[in-house]
């Protein structure tokens, strides 16, 4: 448990919008400082059936280690 919450430090929360679709629910999103990455959808958007489209102002959790890849965690309405 300990070594999860030292992975939890670790995370940054940025905002960014869809530039791409790809398959298996990966996304390249475009941060507001203009990295483009690639993210994934958590599971509890897949869960509830959370659709995101190009153009979506979306939340993404970026790790400190490798800032190319994140997880997009909510759309923005």
Not at 7 to 24: M, Q, T, Y
Not at 35 to 49: D, E, F, P, T
């Amino acid at each position: 448990m300990a070594y999860f919450m030292a992975l939890k430090k670790d995370i940054i929360r940025k905002k960014g919008v869809v530039i791409e679709n790809l398959p298996n629910t990966t996304f390249k999103v475009k941060l507001e400082d203009g990295n483009v990455i690639w993210a994934h959808l958590s599971g509890r958007m897949r869960q509830n059936k959370i659709k995101v489209l190009t153009g979506d102002t979306v939340e993404v959790e970026v790790n400190n280690c490798d800032k190319t890849k994140g997880r997009i965690t909510y759309r923005f309405k």
